[in-house]
């Protein structure tokens, strides 16, 4: 059997707004993850970049465990001797909520050029708006199993 490879000619890339209010963090980036490599489409192929630009809105929204936010950990090195640098979840979300989203989805996309690729077509916001109204982008709920549960 021949891999199907889909031509530059096939492949047709869309605009999706994914509002992160009230989402789970994994849920979340494993949704945006998957549209960004274009696993949603039938000329899928893991060998090609076929998938859809995706912006995120209301990144500081997130719906995150308080003894999460505590417990996960960053870690960054400076490149110097001695130079690993750790920061939890809740102060990475306090100063850069966008990083918190591309840190989840870079780590689920490819490793290497290809993955680096995709990733461009991220564009994350902390707030409601963005400017990418020109590209006209479609809403993209989320599934129900992304949203944390509340209990009321």
């Not at 509002?19 to 849920?27: F, K, N, P, Q, S």
């Not at 970049?49 to 308080?66: M, S």
């Amino acid at each position: 059997m021949r891999t199907f490879t889909p031509r530059a000619a096939d492949i047709t890339r869309e605009w999706h707004v994914v509002d992160a209010e009230g989402a789970i963090l994994g849920r979340l980036a494993t949704e945006v993850a998957t549209l960004l490599r274009g696993k949603h489409k039938p000329i899928w192929a893991p060998h090609v970049d076929t998938g859809d630009h995706v912006i995120v809105v209301n990144a500081a929204k997130l719906a995150i465990d308080p003894r999460k936010a505590k417990g996960k950990r960053y870690h960054r090195h400076t490149g110097y001797p001695g130079g690993i640098r750790t920061r939890s979840l809740e102060e990475l979300l306090a100063r850069d909520p966008e990083q918190v989203v591309k840190l989840a989805v870079r780590r689920m996309l490819p490793k290497g050029p290809l993955g680096r690729a995709m990733l461009k077509k991220l564009r994350v916001h902390a707030g409601p708006t963005h400017p990418h109204q020109a590209q006209k982008p479609v809403a993209r709920p989320l599934p129900d199993r992304a949203r944390a549960r509340t209990t009321a």
